[in-house]
């Protein structure tokens, strides 16, 4: 479970976000939204605890991200829309790497390793030199090092981007089948994407959370579309006014 309470962040003065509240349960998948520009980066850094908030706090799985950032970093898996890879390594000597970085038992390592090569389907590829994978195949990679530690709480920042059309349905398959005993933040541009795999949806725009609802209860009588809109339309008028 992931609890955001109250979250604001400054760069200088400029103020990214403003009381950012919402939770993630476990075995829900919750779609972030939100305009570029809008915070959603900002909030899924802070929540994954690379990043400090100025004020507000966030809670993984009853661990503070500030005060017990050892013990709330070993119950997240982090996805960002650029994975941190090496590109000298090959697939399956990065990811022992990040396994013994993640703590990973060396008894248990090659299990692991082995366990997120093939949920990632990159059995074909786990020799190869990182440099030489197509951005669809370092995707991937970049969601086995997320996974390799078999968190409870996974957060995933645009995951199927640069993906082809085979890819991005293998990937949300695999995202639905994760969130069956975890916690999983899905990030997305791509509307769709969350119509299909969430089960909550969380918009914010300019900084505020400005939606909080179930799938179900937001689309009644809409497309998901036309209440994004409408929800970001209300925000920037309300804001000027």
């Known amino acids: 479970m992931v609890e955001v309470r109250g979250l604001t962040k400054y760069y200088g003065d400029f103020r990214a976000i403003h009381d950012v509240t919402f939770t993630a349960e476990r075995g829900e998948i919750l779609g972030l939204l939100g305009p570029n520009g809008a915070g959603k980066t900002t909030t899924m850094r802070i929540v994954t605890g690379f990043m400090p908030a100025t004020d507000g706090s966030v809670s993984v799985e009853g661990f503070d991200v500030a005060t017990q950032a050892q013990e709330a970093r070993r119950r997240i898996g982090y996805l960002p829309e650029n994975p941190p890879l090496y590109p000298d390594m090959t697939v399956t000597s990065y990811l022992k790497f990040v396994g013994r970085i993640k703590g990973i038992p060396r008894g248990e390592l090659a299990a692991a390793v ?47 981007i640069g993906l082809d059309p085979r890819q991005i349905i293998e990937i949300r398959g695999l995202i ?53 809109l409408r929800s970001i339309s209300k925000e920037s008028e309300a804001a000027a006014s």
């Open 176 to 228: 639905k089948e994760l969130a069956a005993d975890r916690t999983v933040i899905l990030s997305t541009h791509i509307l769709p994407e969350v119509s299909q795999i969430c089960s909550k949806v969380v918009i914010i725009n300019e900084g505020t959370v400005v939606v909080e609802k179930s799938l179900n209860e937001l689309v009644q009588g809409a497309s998901l579309e036309e209440v994004f």
């Open 114 to 160: 082995d366990r997120v090569v093939e949920k990632c389907f990159l059995t074909d590829v786990s020799t190869r030199i990182l440099s030489r994978l197509s951005k669809g195949y370092r995707q991937r990679v970049g969601l086995a090092q997320a996974l390799i530690h078999n968190p409870p709480v996974i957060v995933l920042d645009e995951p199927t």
